[in-house]
């Protein structure tokens, strides 16, 4: 599991699990095993760091169907890979390959034995964020991005994003899932910036600055 595994709770019974999950996400409309309901096995850890709010989990085989909602939604493969089909379009998002980054709307997919980390992620952070790391003519060459489901490369260029992430993860397990520790570290603002520099193509980066960058 990328964090959390001392800490986490584990489920074996698909419809209670069903039943607890549905009470707490309520834009589900259905979740099921794939394969033997008998094999179902679901592990997972949640922490909140100033707002970031991040879910890791390890499980069998399994189908998901979601309905609109608000906000955005960054799906991070551990280990595995997993499908999803938004607006008639189907990607695929594999470990240490692609994240999936979209706002929260009508989806379908499988995850297939998979090892992930959700996060929720606030528009108005990301958006405040890339206007301080790029300025306003750069923000407005991403804020489409915000608006449409994308498949993002963990490794472009010289970027190894995916190393980034998983630095991140260690330091929440090394530091027992502590929100104020981590929140005085600030890996919710790392993840953030490093979230924008994914979305940014490098090219476009280095014409559309217009202001000097600022860092807190």
């Known amino acids: ?49 100033n707002g970031l709010r991040l879910s890791a989990s390890v499980s069998s085989s399994t189908k998901y169907t979601v309905k609109d909602s608000t906000g955005l939604y960054l799906f991070f493969p551990f280990h595995g890979f997993a499908d999803a089909k938004v607006e008639g379009k189907v990607g695929v998002s594999a470990a240490n390959r692609h994240v999936f980054f979209s706002p929260e709307i009508a989806r379908s997919g499988i995850n ?44 472009q260029k010289d970027h190894k994003f995916d190393l980034v992430f998983k630095k991140l993860f260690e330091m929440i397990d090394e530091h027992n899932l502590d929100e104020n520790l981590l929140g005085m570290f600030g890996i919710d603002d790392v993840f953030y910036r490093t979230l924008v520099l994914m979305l940014m193509d490098e090219a476009s980066y280095s014409n559309e600055l217009d202001e000097e960058p600022s860092y807190s």
């Open 112 to 155: 297939l034995e998979i090892s992930m980390v959700q996060a929720s992620i606030c528009e108005n952070r990301l958006s405040r964020t890339a206007r301080c790391m790029v300025g306003d003519r750069g923000f407005r060459q991403l804020e489409s991005l915000f608006t449409h489901p994308s498949y993002l490369a963990m490794d």
């Open 1 to 49: 599991m990328p964090f959390g595994s001392k800490m986490a709770f584990v489920h074996n019974d698909i419809k209670k699990f069903t039943d607890v999950i549905s009470g707490s996400i309520n834009t589900l409309l259905d979740f099921a095993p794939v394969g033997d309901p008998k094999k179902f096995y679901y592990s997972a850890a949640q922490v909140s760091v």
